[in-house]
């Protein structure tokens, strides 16, 4: 027979599919779901932020399937993500409200509240550990106790501490204008498609759950050259905030009615933007606004860079394309960007087999069949 | 913890949701309706329109054949039957009149489709005007002011610069003399088989959440001009080397030992068929 079988792809596939499987047992290892929820933070938070379902378990048994790919792991928590039912949304959450475990202004040096600066990568050498090679548990415990003690030293406060929000500050001191709360209901991007233009509450639903390299990347640009946005990050907040729902039966809705279902854990960013606006005597004038980044866990160059881009996205009178919401909005989701690329390995024998017969006609310089 | 899923994969919600898509799609035909797209277990761009639309339309008696690229063993066929087999258990087969539900990639079998049944079509870019202008916003007005002279242009661009249209897979086509629609990439050789189909033409594409159709007995027209008549691919004389048929789309392969070039049937379940049907004559000749 030729050299397409006609029959046999079947058991090439099932084939395919047990190799995979034998790559990932062949090395006789098997990490555990908590192994990868107390070691692997960092990709357990990117994980849950690009397929935007907040469970750090789930996520930890997606990385273990996907072998720690990471475009996978996501893949796999956003289609499981698509069979579950939806039966509430939950009340607004107020920032305020976050038990704050790190949070820096770039904007102040004397924030109200002060500086918190938290567990962060930021003020490390990036030098490789090699003692973590032979990393030992006895001395792990060791290190934990200690440093317990260290804790004890530290005065509690009596009762719990909100951090008030930077802006705030700057509000009572009329350099920022105040807005009406927007209590607009958002739409919820997942049930309907994006339909341009867009609203804001769609464009941030796009930009929290983007793939953290690609918002990065197109925030940069904006910063660097390509894009009119050079902000000063006036706070990058992170932290757990409690998630409420109203209770589903009574008419009336009260504060009090309301169920409390858990918490989770966020970065979240004010960037503050210098813009010219023109006043009532129609001269220019130097106001700040504010670019919004949110995103589940602890991931601040994705925040940060997503402040930028809402930015952006809010001033749409600009030629480079990190003011184009289609641009930027349809071409930053990992699931949609990941499986087009991919679909590439497809076969396109047909396709292909049409392009050659153009070019060949068009070499010949003659018409073909008519039909 | 094994997940157990619902028949079809999706809550009867979900399908009622892109059923009326689908019925918006049938009553204003070539129009792209927005629908909220799900992620589904296969890949963006791998056919997940095409499988919402089976998903949500299919029935635990219809019979599904699933093609990919004109085969049916080809791996995205493989792995979308393998899927719906699985939520549903419904019958699957290879041939083309047995199916009801026909789910392809890029072709249109060569076995003529009857009102009996419904061809779902998978598809990667279902603005046929994406190559002349990038915006959606653009686009989408650009339709509704039936505005097409882009199109038209880059043909009138092609013939300028190659003496002819230049199109290859996916030639834009009026669908009821009204919209201009992508019949996704199907060769032009299965162009001709949209226009007044006996089977309802259902269109999917996942990753741009866009449903269309084409109902039954529709005029499609492939786009051309008058002195520039649309052209189909050219196999001029050649055949199948396994089953000897002509008039099909043909693959061009290379013989291993030989080192010749060969053709043979797209359609590999219209290629099988006609292998058994020589086979069958022989058998009885030989007993005759």
């Known amino acids: ?371 | 913890m094994k997940a157990n899923t619902h028949f079809a994969f999706f809550d009867e919600g979900s399908k009622k949701e892109i059923r009326r898509a689908i019925m918006k799609a049938v009553a204003i035909p070539g129009y792209q309706v927005p629908f909220a797209s799900r992620e589904m277990p296969i890949a963006r761009g791998w056919g997940t329109g095409g499988l919402q639309i089976t998903l949500s339309i299919i029935g635990k008696n219809d019979v599904l054949k699933v093609i990919d690229q004109g085969a049916d063993e080809s791996v995205n066929a493989v792995s979308i039957k393998k899927m719906v087999h699985e939520t549903t258990g419904v019958e699957l087969t290879d041939r083309t009149e047995e199916a009801d539900i026909i789910q392809s990639r890029h072709r249109i079998p060569e076995v003529a489709l009857t009102k009996d049944q419904i061809i779902v079509l998978q598809v990667p870019t279902p603005e046929p005007l994406r190559g002349v202008e990038a915006s959606e916003y653009v686009t989408k007005r650009m339709h509704s002011e039936d505005d097409y002279s882009g199109v038209w242009l880059m043909l009138f661009e092609q013939i300028m610069k190659y003496g002819k249209t230049a199109t290859t897979a996916d030639h834009p086509v009026y669908v009821n003399h009204r919209y201009v629609m992508a019949p996704s990439p199907i060769p032009r050789f299965d162009n001709s088989k949209m226009h007044q189909s006996d089977a309802l033409i259902l269109l999917g594409a996942g990753r741009e959440k866009k449903i269309y159709a084409v109902p039954p007995y529709t005029d499609v027209k492939s786009l051309a001009f008058e002195d520039y008549p649309f052209t189909v691919e050219a196999f001029e004389d050649k055949q199948c080397h396994l089953c000897g048929s002509a008039d099909v789309f043909l693959d061009e392969l290379i013989d291993h030992h030989t080192g010749e070039t060969i053709h043979q049937c797209n359609d590999t379940s219209y290629c099988m068929e006609q292998l058994n049907k020589v086979e069958k004559a022989e058998v009885e000749s030989s007993y005759a």
Request: charged letters at 25%.
């Open chain 1, 1 to 371: 027979m030729g050299y397409v079988p006609v029959k046999g792809g079947t058991q090439a596939i099932e084939a395919s599919i047990k190799r995979l499987k034998y790559e990932r047992l062949k090395g006789q290892e098997i990490i555990e779901i908590k192994t990868i929820m107390s070691t692997m933070r960092g990709m357990i938070d990117q994980v849950m932020s690009e397929s935007s379902l907040y469970s750090p378990y789930l996520a930890a048994l997606s990385i273990k399937q996907a072998e720690g790919s990471m475009e996978e792991a996501v893949f796999l928590m956003r289609a499981h993500r698509s069979t579950l039912p939806r039966p509430y949304y939950s009340k607004t959450v107020e920032p305020e409200t976050m038990l704050v475990e790190r949070r820096v202004s770039a904007s102040f040096k004397d924030i109200p509240g002060g500086q918190v600066l938290g567990a962060t990568y930021d003020y490390t050498h990036r030098l490789l550990d090699l003692n973590l090679i032979e990393e030992k548990l006895e001395e792990n415990q060791q290190w934990l106790q200690n440093y317990q003690e260290e804790l004890r030293d530290i005065e509690d406060f009596e009762e719990v501490k909100y951090f008030p929000k930077v802006v705030d500050y700057l509000r009572e001191e009329g350099l920022f204008e105040e807005y009406e709360v927007n209590n607009t209901p958002p739409i919820d991007i997942t049930k309907q498609s994006l339909q341009f233009p867009t609203t804001r509450s769609e464009r941030l639903q796009v930009l929290t759950r983007g793939q953290t390299g690609t918002v990065t990347s197109l925030g940069y640009a904006s910063l660097r050259g390509y894009g009119q946005v050079h902000p000063t990050v006036g706070e990058v907040r992170v932290g757990t905030v409690p998630i409420y729902v109203e209770h589903p039966n009574k008419m009336e809705h009260s504060a009090e009615d309301e169920f409390y279902i858990g918490e989770i854990k966020v970065t979240e960013v004010e960037s503050f933007v210098p813009i010219n606006v023109k006043n009532e005597n129609n001269e220019y004038e130097l106001e700040f606004e504010i670019g919004y980044g949110i995103c589940y866990g602890q991931n601040e160059t994705k925040a940060i860079a997503m402040s930028i881009l809402d930015q952006c996205l809010e001033h749409t009178d600009s030629d480079f394309p990190t003011h184009d919401e289609e641009f930027v909005l349809l071409h930053i989701d990992s699931v949609e960007s990941t499986g087009f690329i991919s679909h590439l390995k497809l076969p396109h024998y047909v396709t292909f087999q049409s392009k050659l017969d153009s070019i060949r006609q068009v070499k010949k310089g003659v018409q073909g069949n008519e039909s």
